[in-house]
Nanobody, 122 residues
Framework: QVQLVESGGGLVQAGGSLRLSCAAS????????VGWFRQVRGKEREFVAA????????YYGESAQGRFTISRDNAKKTVNLQMYRLKPEDTAVYYC???????????????WGQGTQVTVSS
């Protein structure tokens, strides 16, 4: 079992920055991935970014390209999502998830956090 706890969400003005953190506890494996997703109520969940514990290669969804940076701290079992130049359309609940995922780092993921709200005002 793995537990994930997100933190760092909040209210920010457009153009601002936020840093989300995902702390993992429990049993993790080096080839597992940690991903960030977001969801607006009534819409499908969207892949944001992901990285594997054993890799330095991040993956980004289209909306995150060039504005968000994902990083990991293996010693702390934490994955961070630094978000820059935020836009109102970035407003969503952000979830982190982890799991083996197989060949595709986009999923499926086995474990999910409870989510953290990010609100970007115009």
């Amino acid at each position: 079992q793995v537990q994930l706890v997100e933190s760092g969400g909040g209210l920010v003005q457009a153009g601002g920055s936020l840093r989300l953190s995902c702390a993992a506890s429990g049993r993790t494996f080096s080839d597992d991935a940690v991903g960030w997703f977001r969801q607006v109520r009534g819409k499908e969940r969207e892949f944001v970014a992901a990285i594997r514990w054993m890799s330095n290669s991040p993956y980004y969804g289209e909306s995150a390209q060039g504005r968000f940076t994902i990083s990991r701290d293996n010693a702390k079992k934490t994955v961070n999502l630094q978000m820059y130049r935020l836009k109102p359309e970035d407003t969503a609940v952000y979830y982190c998830a982890t799991g083996a995922t197989g060949d595709s780092i986009m999923g499926p993921y086995d474990y999910w956090g409870q989510g953290t709200q990010v609100t970007v005002s115009s």
